[in-house]
Structures are given as C-alpha cells and as structure tokens.
C-alpha cells in the first residue's frame, strides 16, 4: 500500500499553522440556538454587519457583495425587514474619523486600540439608533478538519483535494473555508449560527498538503453564492 | 494528639495504597530519569511545557506560586527531598477547570479550576491528586504499558497538549507526541481507571497529612462537571469523563468514609475560604476577566466577589462586575446594578475612567443627558489619550 507519512503530511499543516483558526470539523449543529417559531415571531428587523473574513483570505468587495446579496435575498424572501451593511459601515466611518482615522500619531494609542473602540462603538451606537431586534454576522472563516485519500467532507460539503502525483490512501488534517452566517440579539446571545462548507484551502503535492495560494482561493463565484445560500437555507 | 492521629489514619490509608499501587512504587530509583525511556518522556514532556510556557496564555505571579507552593508542601513534608526534584507550577490563564502533571513534577494549573474551588482543601483536593500521578510515575508507566500492548505510547497527559490546543488554535502533532489522527487519540488518552483511582486515594492521604478535611475532596470532584458550560461537545471537559466522574466520586466517597471510620480519626477543621481566597486573589480577578468574554457572567460575578471579600478596595474588580450586569443585559432599561458597581469603584478611586465611560453610557441609554454628560467628561478629563477619546467628544456634541 502506498501510504503517504502523517508526519509528512502533518508537517505541511504545521508550515501552514497560520491557516489554522479552529480545531476541527463540528458535527452537524441545529443551525437555531432558540426556538425557531419563536425567532420567527420575535425578530422582525435584522441588520447586516459588513461581510468579512479570516485575516489569511483576501476577501474582494465583490465576494463581500455576493455573501450580503444572498443573505438578504433569503432574509427578505421570509418576510423580514434587512438593514444593510453600509447603515453599520457609515457609523463605523463616522467614528473612524472622529478618531482622527485609524492611525494615530499619539503616541500610546495604537491604532489596533482605535478600530477595537471603533467597532465596539459602532455596534453599541447601532443599536442605540436604529429599532433593530438583532444583527447577523457573515464571515469567511478557516477551519482544520480530517480528511482521507484527497477526500474531504465538512459543513455539508463532500470534495476532492487538488493532487499531482499518484494515489495515495492517508488520513490527515486539512485546512477548508466555511460560510459563517450567525444572528444575535441585543445581549450578544446567538439564536442562529450555520456553516456552510465553501472550500479547501490546501493541495497535495506527492506526499505533502501545501497551502494552494490564497490569490487562487475565492474565485469560483458559483460555489460562493452556492455556500451563502446554505448558510441561511434553515431560516 | 491530633497530629498522632492523623498520622494512624495515614499509615492506614498508606498501607492500602501500598496493596493498590503495587504497580510502580512512587520514586524509588536512585537516579532520576530512570531508564532511557524515560529520558526521552521527560524531554517531550518538557518540550511541551517550553511551548506552552512561550504561547502566551501563561501567567507568572509568585504571589499564586508561593502559596500553591506552601500546600503543597504542607502535603509533601520532605518525603521527596531525597529525589532532589522541587515541584513546580505553570499557571494558564485559561476558564475550563483543569490541571495535569508533567513526569519530572511540573504541576499544570487552569485559573478556571482555582477559581471555582470553594477553599484550600478542596483544590489541595485536586493538586494531590496530580502530585500522585507525579510521584507515582504514572505516564511513565502508561508509556511502558501501552509499549507493551503494542500501541503508540502516549507520554504526557492529555490534558496538557489541550492546553497547549486552545493557545495554538490546533493540536500540535509534535506535542501529542504520535502521528495519526489527534482526534481519535485523544478520546483514547487520559489516564488508565486504576492509575486514576490510585491518584484519588493517595490524594486523600496527601490532604490529611496537610491538614485538609477529607471531605472536601468531594465537592471539588463535582465541581469538574462544571466544565459543561463551555461547551457541550469540547473535548476539554473530559477531566470530568476519564473515568466517569460519578464512578470516581462514589469510591472517593468509600474511601473517606472508610478513613473517618478508622479508630482514633479526626477530621480536620473546615477550611476558611478567605485564607484561600487571599492566596489566588489574582487569579480570580484574571479568571472574572475570561468568563465575562465567555459570557459566563454569573461565574464572573462570583470570582469578582470572592475577590471583593478579601481585597474590597479594588476599583477593578467592583467595574468588572458592573460590567456583568451591562453586558448580560446591554440595553436596559434597568441599569441600576451596574451603575451601582461602577459608583462603588469610584468610590475606590474616583478617577477609575473605565468606570466614568461606562456610567456615562449607561445614562446616555437611559437618555439622562445631563448625568451622561457629567460622567463623559469626567472620563476624558481622565483619560484625554484614550483610543475612544474622539467618539465620546461625539457623543457629547449629541448630549448637548
């Protein structure tokens, strides 16, 4: 049998550790952490917090726009009121430039401690000025999960890993992207959270996974309206 | 007398451990590390303490240290002098209750497993525990007999490659110390039953030598099954599973009533939580800190209160457990516990800004402007650099 080593394997997920946000795969979770019919007749006006994705991904404003189109198609589709992105992102601008814009020239503020007061702000102000009931969050994010001989299964998504070289049997651990579609009320508390299996981040060389490069990953428009459409399928 | 005592208790328990760890009698060789074997468990062992050590969820406190230290001295006496091995502690800042031994007596220590013990003997309870698997060379011997069985041996404690887990985002191969899926390894990891039952019994004898009622064991065994709240399907809370807390918890509960029934016992007296509180102050404060980003507000308030019986002057503390209440129940209307908590902190320091903002922002929710502004100005007067000066300027522009 030509096995490919682990430890070669495991090797080349540890060159790309960077990639790796979670520890793995979940089971399959009810998407609602609440009663659904409650959900249903307590949230009413949902804003959209801007799409957004793992620091590793280079996510274009045109993904953004797919994630937010396909979000909101489902949302409006079941008879709720959406708030777009862009209320959040000008009150967000707003606040950047009061500020005085993310880097500071004062010396002890860092500019990492202006965006984390921007973006708690924002939120607290959103609320504060808009009758919404909750806040849905799209995100692109990576996970590390099992996988066998270049097959790959996660978040409701059965794939082949990219290979050259011939076929191995292995087991391994392999890095993948997910739809991360999560809606919370005004404590902060989930009451919807769904992945949807997008895709893998990785590619087999011979005997070892190598990180495809990340100006390749995003790319296939059908399978990212395909992913963000199954994120929200169970609202 | 009470000492002689205890001590007749001891030789009891001791002469029943003697039958139920037959196995690997606790440091006996003259050299330590014994065997190459065993050399080599002790380099991985240490390869991984180094890793968490540097991972930045560690934190030092030598007042913590000191006092973990003094139980566990207290528990040891000079019984391992001859090994020349001094005990140490690695303190992780992390909320799931746990802790782990290394093969050449490191103690691992999540603040989450100080916190929620109630006073000093039941996590003496829980760090004898450990120090047996230490003393008695437990993950050497897993390590032998798993070699034995065939299997990849595993050498250090499961427990702690999960520690190093939540730091890194993802099992370090290296660290778990085998190839293959960690996964599945780790539901097979942790300690065998006996081994688990030996450290209970041999713990005991520990808490008794210290001077710790016995009893006390049993309440810190069943706060292990707190760990569920952090998540149902994490595998971190599987100190509570291997083997199955009841199952431990009732022969525990055998083993005190057989040591309480023996001629001459006496119990020790009951611990004074303020003296244990005193010694992990501020792990407790660190902890609070953890669960409120966790959500667990509840158990925030109650390290933040434990904390408050022994240092009620600390301005930190009385915010952070205003900022319980704010963030459990962010919009009101009802701010009156944490604007009550955030007064009492500036009643400690009346120039804590943290406090000023969050009073200042809780008023403007409740649209009491004039009050909103008082307090928002206050903070800037305080802390006029601070990263969210300019967006408080806006919101008082609003107030006016």
Not at chain 2, 217 to 229: D, M, Q, T
Not at chain 2, 239 to 259: F, G, N, Q, T, V
Not at chain 2, 273 to 294: F, H, M, S, T
Not at chain 2, 351 to 374: F, S, V
């Amino acid at each position: 049998m030509n096995r490919v080593p682990a430890g070669s394997l495991l090797a080349g997920l540890a060159a790309a550790a960077l990639l790796v946000r979670a520890a793995a795969a979940a089971p399959a979770e009810e998407p609602f952490k609440v009663n659904k019919k409650d959900f249903e007749k307590t949230f009413k006006v949902i804003a959209l917090e801007p799409p957004d994705a793992d620091p590793y991904l280079k996510v274009s404003d045109s993904v953004k726009a797919m994630l937010e189109q396909e979000v909101t198609a489902r949302l409006k589709k079941r008879g709720y009121t959406v708030m777009p992105s862009s209320v959040l992102s000008g009150i967000r601008a707003e606040m950047t430039a009061q500020v005085n814009g993310p880097i500071d020239s004062k010396p002890g503020s860092s500019d990492a401690a202006k965006q984390a007061a921007v973006r708690e702000h924002a939120l607290r102000e959103l609320w504060f000025r808009h009758p919404i009931d909750a806040v849905a969050v799209m995100r692109i994010r990576v996970f590390s999960v099992p996988m066998e001989s270049d097959k790959v299964e996660w978040d409701g998504v059965s794939t082949s890993v990219e290979h050259s070289g011939g076929r191995v049997e292995y087991k391994a651990n392999i890095s993948v992207s997910s739809v991360v579609v999560a809606i919370y009320d005004s404590k902060e508390e989930p009451l919807y959270v769904s992945y949807a299996g997008l895709e893998p981040l990785m590619h087999r060389e011979g005997a070892q996974l190598q990180p495809l490069p990340v100006d390749q990953l995003l790319r296939d428009e059908k399978r990212i309206r395909k992913a963000s459409q199954a994120a929200v399928d169970a609202l | 007398m009470n000492v002689r005592l205890i001590n007749v208790a001891l030789l009891l328990l001791a002469a029943k451990l003697a039958c139920a760890a037959d196995v690997v009698p606790a440091y006996k060789a003259t050299k330590l590390p014994d065997t190459q074997d065993e050399v080599e468990l002790w380099e991985r062992a240490s390869s991984h303490e180094n890793r968490l050590r540097n991972g930045g969820t560690v934190f030092r406190n030598r007042q913590v240290e000191a006092y973990i230290e003094s139980l566990a001295d207290r528990m040891l006496g000079n019984s391992i002098d001859h090994l020349g091995i001094t005990l140490d502690f690695v303190l992780v800042a992390d909320p799931v209750l746990s802790a782990w031994a290394y093969p050449y007596g490191t103690i691992g220590i999540q603040s989450g497993l100080l916190v929620r013990m109630d006073n000093e003997a039941q996590f003496g309870a829980i760090l004898s525990h450990e120090i047996s698997h230490f003393l008695q060379r437990h993950s050497y011997r897993e390590m032998l007999q798993k070699k034995t069985q065939g299997k990849v041996g595993k050498t250090i404690g499961f427990l702690a490659s999960l520690a190093l887990a939540k730091q890194t985002g993802s099992f370090d191969p290296d660290a778990m110390d085998f190839a293959g899926d960690l996964w599945q390894n780790l539901a097979t990891s942790g300690y065998s039953q006996d081994n688990e039952y030996v450290a209970d019994e041999e713990g005991l004898a520990m808490m008794a030598r210290a001077g710790m009622p016995i009893g006390e064991a049993l309440p810190a065994f069943r706060h292990l099954a707190e760990n569920s709240v952090y998540g149902a399907a994490d595998p971190r809370k599987m100190w509570s599973s291997h083997p199955r807390l009841e199952d431990r918890i009732k022969s525990l509960d055998k083993d005190i009533k057989d040591a309480r029934r023996k001629k001459g016992y006496v119990e020790a007296p009951p611990a004074d939580p303020l003296v244990y509180y005193r010694g992990i102050a501020p792990v407790l404060l660190v902890n609070a800190r953890l669960d409120l980003q966790e959500r667990q507000f509840v158990r925030a308030r109650e390290a933040l209160q434990k904390y408050l019986l022994v240092r009620p002057d600390d301005p930190q503390a009385h915010f952070l457990v205003g900022e319980t209440y704010r963030r459990e129940n962010p919009r009101g209307p009802d701010f009156s516990a944490s604007q009550g908590a955030y007064q009492k902190a500036l009643a400690q320091d009346s120039a804590y800004a943290p406090a000023l903002k969050e009073l200042g922002m809780t008023y403007r929710l409740k649209r009491q402007n004039a009050e909103a502004r008082k307090a928002l100005e206050q903070y800037l007067a305080t802390d006029p650099a601070a990263a969210d000066a300019g967006i408080i300027r806006g919101y008082l522009v609003g107030l006016q």
